[in-house]
């Protein structure tokens, strides 16, 4: 029923146009005609497998170009990282994004006044204070095992994140004895990380 109106409504057009452009200047009524049918089908005709690869790619959260973006953001009252946990390559760059909110990725160092839990022979980085929306900071990972960093204004409550750089044997998760009791319970274990890959908040 549906199609039969839809044509016969479209025939209706055709012929409206067609009498108005007899009327007008010379012109071309089969482009006219033309330009009327072709939309609606071609909407339809998307190739499934396209969708499942895009819908792939917006749920990685590395690039094209194989960047790791971490989004700091606020989630109602919780404060995440998105992904909270995740494991990559020795040599992988990390791109800190400040998504909402006011935070920093500040890696647990002596350098940013805190007990270590980055493998020894690994830079320190702190991205500061980032309040500007869609701010960036990156920092190399090279050195493998297990990096836990932390938010300076939200470790109280749970705002801490976990990377896996290479094995984790090389430099295992260190005992969470001295953290705030939410920024411990808030660290995805290296098991759940190793097997996941992306662990979400
Ligand atoms: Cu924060």
Not at 42 to 55: G, I, P, W
Not at 122 to 127: F, K, L, Q, R, V
Not at 129 to 140: I, K, Y
Request: glycine share 10%; charged share 20%; hydrophobic share 35%.
């Amino acid at each position: 029923m549906k199609t039969k109106r839809t044509l016969f409504g479209s025939l209706i057009v055709i012929v409206t146009l067609i009498t108005l452009i007899g009327c007008g200047p010379a012109g071309s009524p089969t482009d006219v005609s033309g330009s009327q049918e072709s939309p609606a089908p071609a909407a339809t005709s998307t190739d499934s497998s396209d969708d499942a690869t895009a819908k792939e790619e917006a749920d990685s959260p590395f690039t094209a170009d194989g960047v790791l973006e971490i989004r700091m953001e606020m989630r109602g009252n919780r404060n995440v990282n998105d992904p909270v946990g995740v494991h990559i390559e020795p040599g992988t760059t990390v791109r800190f994004i400040n998504a909402s909110g006011m935070h920093s990725a500040t890696a647990y160092h002596p350098d940013n006044g805190r007990d270590p839990r980055i493998p020894s022979g690994a830079e320190s980085w702190d991205t500061g204070l980032m309040s500007g929306r869609n701010q960036t900071f990156e920092v190399t990972l090279t050195e493998e095992g297990v990096y836990d960093y932390f938010c300076i204004p939200h470790e109280t409550v749970g705002h801490v994140g976990r990377i896996v750089v290479g094995n984790p044997e090389a430099h295992p998760a260190l005992p969470t004895d001295g953290l705030p009791q939410a920024a411990a319970d808030a660290l995805p274990s290296v098991e759940q990380i190793m097997a996941d890959g992306v662990v979400r908040p």
